[in-house]
């Protein structure tokens, strides 16, 4: 079981990956919709993993949410 801090510092890093996707998602295909910044904000670590990673050979949005 995470203690408090263990759950905090999980918490940060989660966030620190989502606001590090859209800053990519921006750079990329321009500003993202507030469906995008949703959808991002509520992705389990794993999916924003492989997000970070699909976003390197996506050539759209879709492509990169696929």
Not at 19 to 37: D, H, I, T, Y
Request: hydrophobic content about 45%; charged content about 25%.
């Amino acid at each position: 079981m995470m203690t408090i801090a263990e759950q905090w510092e999980q918490q940060g890093i989660e966030k620190g990956e989502a606001k590090a996707l859209l800053r990519l998602v921006r750079a990329k295909f321009g500003p993202p919709g507030p469906a995008v910044e949703s959808r991002v904000q509520a992705a389990e670590p794993v999916q924003l993993e492989r997000w970070v990673e699909q976003i390197l050979t996506a050539n759209n949005l879709d492509e990169l949410f696929d």
